[in-house]
């Protein structure tokens, strides 16, 4: 579980709800003409852009950016550093053998030990990668949808309630309704956007390529063993892909 989104929506709904209650009463803040323009509309919106089998999953997808396995790119790089012992101490055959969780890895780790040359075991993660790159770009671009449609509609209703507003000056009690659907659509679409959508799809795309260049780093742990480098030239050129603080040190790596 994310801990930082869930603070992050805390503190961004209670920011709102704080200065609410600071200011006036939360009732006047409730409007059901209000929520069925931008709900509504924003729901029908994302129908007629994307097919309904992608849109069935938008839940799924924002709560990505709450229920995620963090990417652990030390732990990948030391269990890249210990198949790579087991192929220079064995052979790289051996690697079939090896109990590896990941599927990710367990397909690189087989490709090497079914002796694929380098160009066609880099290719085929390769493609692996940009396919799921381009499946996590969806996600993001339908949180994007989301951002730019929530303060849209709240426009529409705020052009609503003006119409409204206007066609009904005489009507001194039509007037205070009118002016709420139109105030209070702006406000909706615009705790949408930014309390929702665009924080979600900065968040998925922080994920995407957390796992990506994890993937890249399994990429060329793999090049590595099948080239038959020493495991610990290995972990010292995957740690290049480290930040300096958190590189992982060995110093107890086999000798040439």
């Keep these: 579980m994310d801990l930082a989104t869930i603070i992050g929506f805390v503190l961004c709904i209670g920011a709102v709800i704080g200065a ?19 709900g509504l509309g924003v729901i029908g919106s994302t129908f007629i852009k994307w097919p309904l089998e992608i849109v069935t999953n938008v839940v799924g997808v924002a709560m ?4 995620y396995a963090p990417t652990d790119i030390k732990a990948t790089i030391d269990e890249i550093g210990k198949l790579a012992e087991t192929a220079r101490r064995e052979s790289v055959f051996a690697l079939e053998k090896v109990q590896i969780d990941d599927p990710f890895m367990k397909k690189a780790m087989t490709l090497a030990a079914d002796n694929r040359p380098p160009e066609v075991i880099s290719s085929i993660l390769q493609l692996e990668i940009d396919a799921m790159g381009e499946r ?16 849209a ?37 615009s705790c949408l956007a930014n309390i929702v959508a665009n924080p979600v799809k900065n968040k998925l795309g922080i994920r995407s390529t957390t796992e990506m260049a994890r993937m890249t780093i399994i990429i060329a742990g793999t090049l590595g063993i099948v080239a038959g480098e020493n ?25 040439e």
């Design 20 to 38: 609410i209650f600071a200011g006036g009463d939360i009732i006047a803040f409730i409007d059901v003409p209000s929520v069925l323009v931008v």
């Design 64 to 67: 990505k950016s709450i229920f």
């Design 136 to 151: 996590h770009k969806v996600g993001q671009d339908i949180m994007q949808n989301l951002a730019d449609d929530g303060p």
């Design 153 to 189: 509609f709240g426009m529409i209703g705020t052009l609503i309630g003006l119409v409204i507003m206007l066609g009904n000056l005489s009507d001194q009690a039509a007037i205070g309704p009118a002016m709420a659907v139109a105030l209070l659509t702006t406000f909706y679409g």
């Design 231 to 255: 495991p610990r030239l290995i972990k010292e050129k995957l740690n290049a892909f480290l930040p300096p603080a958190e590189r992982v040190t060995d110093n107890a790596g086999e000798a």
